[in-house]
T-cell receptor, first 114, second 115 residues
Framework: DGGITQSPKYLFRKEGQNVTLSCEQN?????MYWYRQDPGQGLRLIYY???????QKGDIAEGYSVSREKKESFPLTVTSAQKNPTAFYLC?????????????FGPGTRLTVL | DAKTTQPNSMESNEEEPVHLPCNHSTISGTDYIHWYRQLPSQGPEYVIHGLTSNVNNRMASLAIAEDRKSSTLILHRATLRDAAVYYCILRDVFAGGTSYGKLTFGQGTILTVHP
């Protein structure tokens, strides 16, 4: 089955630790995205990548880093510089980034920093 | 980005049609109208999108006003599995820079379906 996988589903970390969230897709999509969702809120864009070895900051990139070494993988690292890292993190992909393309979302990772 | 306005919540009974409205009075000629929904503790799911003409797919129908300042997502027969937050989103054809491909989610409409 084609789709997007994110692991783990739940993640707990101590304050001050970096943590990396996994996102893999087998849809052969060029574009990938990371969003953050806080309780009762809509999604906000953290980073996006249009193609392998290229990525751009979104609206709330501070305290986060990404890499795009392979087409199917777009891991997100939440660094200790992120002041409020507890949130629901969602990865998405699309064929391209145009307005006529739908985005496919993974199941999300719920990160809790203690 | 052009903004959308949706009711905070709506209720429906199972097997009845549901009409979810969205106002987008500042829409530009190059904005596509997208609808996504999000079930509790899951990632959003694409529902439908359109530009000017009404659209139908296996999940829903999208009715777009002639002046494009409003649209309505129609679920023809609501089921309990349709209970979710529904988001109406505008996406500009010419969006670039940090807007590339971005979906800007508002508060959405919480749809409750009663058995």
């Amino acid at each position: 089955d084609g789709g997007i996988t994110q692991s783990p589903k739940y993640l707990f970390r101590k304050e001050g630790q970096n943590v990396t969230l996994s996102c893999e897709q087998n849809l052969n999509h060029d574009a990938m995205y990371w969003y953050r969702q806080d309780p009762g809120q809509g999604l906000r864009l953290i980073y996006y990548s249009q193609i392998v070895n290229d990525f751009q900051k979104g609206d709330i990139a501070e305290g986060y880093s990404v890499s795009r070494e392979k087409k199917e993988s777009f891991p997100l690292t939440v660094t200790s510089a992120q002041k409020n890292p507890t949130a629901f993190y969602l990865c998405a992909s699309s064929i391209g980034g145009t307005a006529n393309n739908e985005q496919f979302f993974g199941p999300g990772t719920r990160l809790t920093v203690l | 980005d052009a903004k959308t306005t949706q009711p905070n919540s709506m209720e429906s009974n199972e097997e009845e049609p549901v009409h979810l409205p969205c106002n987008h009075s500042t829409i530009s000629g190059t904005d596509y109208i997208h609808w996504y929904r999000q079930l509790p503790s899951q990632g959003p799911e694409y529902v439908i999108h359109g530009l000017t003409s009404n659209v139908n797919n296996r999940m829903a129908s999208l009715a777009i006003a002639e002046d494009r300042k409003s649209s309505t997502l129609i679920l023809h027969r609501a089921t309990l599995r349709d209970a979710a937050v529904y988001y109406c989103i505008l996406r500009d054809v010419f969006a670039g820079g940090t807007s590339y491909g971005k979906l800007t989610f508002g508060q959405g409409t919480i749809l409750t379906v009663h058995p």
